[in-house]
């Protein structure tokens, strides 16, 4: 199992790849797959020859920023990994793409055959501006922009937290162990929860996001990041099916609709209340995209009214 780069992991590449290439130049790109190159101009070859001058994190996108205001952003998407080899060192055949720097070669992989991770290339900032979802950053907002975000539209929690209009870089695994720390349920509503439990979650996002980027930047200890999952050992609910909730004890449970899962605790977030009904099946199928590319894909739909 793998999973989706969510902020505390994209945090973590960008820090390791900020330490290894800014100030270096790129010397040359291999694209080995047709699928991953989404944009057409400028040419990835635009950014031959030039020096990275800062890597940020894009909601779940790494951005690398170049001389001249050139932009190469990267999108792993579900399955995409990224490697880190010393210069001189050979790059293996199944790689989508290599990027060879004066200090070492970053090589971009997908497990399985579905060709979702992407490369997209952006002339300036505007350009740049126009991938972004435009979520909050949660660890950069005050609990009255993190309300305005929820509250903007009445959707399950679920889906408000992984919603990248709403919010950035938060996705399936991290939005369960949010939930989990609020004590709320992930079907519960946005627009009728109380003030209090509004900043009871926020809250619990900051914490979480801190408390995980912290345990990967710890576990990493300035090495390039290679195991890069979703499903973590000492997460509370993610992934966690039938295994004891380590609050309470109970057994943790999940939804399932379409692509999606959820896990969560129903003795601590739905007052025992186990949440699997017809009313909830039509619930999730109104709310929830059936896939997680369609998720990723909301900034260009019409905005939920």
Known sequence: MSGMPELPDVTIYVEALSSRTVGRKLNRIAIRSPFLLRSTAPPVEAVHGR??????????????????????????????????????????????????????????????????????????????????????????SDPGAFAAALLSANHTLKRALTDPRLFSGIGNAYSDEILHAARLSPVALTQRLTAGEVERLYRAARATLVEWTERLRAEARGAFPEKVTAFREGMSVHGRHGLPCPRCGAKVLRIRYAANETNYCAACQTGGKLLADRALSRLLREDWPRTPDELEALKFARKST
């Open 51 to 140: 020096t990275v001058r800062e890597v940020r994190r894009l909601g779940k996108r790494i951005a690398i920023g170049f001389d001249g205001d050139l932009w190469l952003t990267l999108h792993l998407m579900i399955a995409g990994r990224l490697h880190w080899r010393a210069a001189g060192t050979k790059v293996p055949k199944n790689v989508l793409a290599s990027f060879e720097f004066d200090t070492g070669t970053l090589t971009l992989t997908e497990a399985g055959s579905q060709h979702r991770a992407s490369l997209h290339m952006a002339a300036d900032e505007i350009e740049l501006r126009e991938l972004d979802a435009g979520g909050i950053d949660v660890l950069n």
